[in-house]
């Protein structure tokens, strides 16, 4: 689950995410809108708030899985 999923469907504003995160508001829109990458530390924190988020996902790593 990429951050745009997440807060949509956890109802969070990037307000609210922000505070959690210890960012403003405008910061998580650019992340969340995919306009500034998220940086590392920040999604071991997102990945540490909830495992439905994923690295690779939070990064926009595709891996298609082996046949």
Do not use: C, F, W
């Not at 949509?8 to 829109?29: C, F, H, P, W, Y």
């Not at 708030?49 to 790593?61: P, Q, S």
């Amino acid at each position: 689950m990429n951050l745009a999923d997440y807060m949509q469907a956890t109802g969070l504003s990037d307000e609210v995410m922000g505070a959690r995160l210890g960012k403003n508001r405008v910061t998580i829109s650019r992340y969340r809108r995919g306009v500034e990458k998220i940086p590392g530390d920040v999604v071991k924190q997102l990945v540490e708030m909830d495992a439905r988020m994923t690295a690779n996902e939070l990064l926009g790593i595709h891996v298609e899985a082996a046949e």
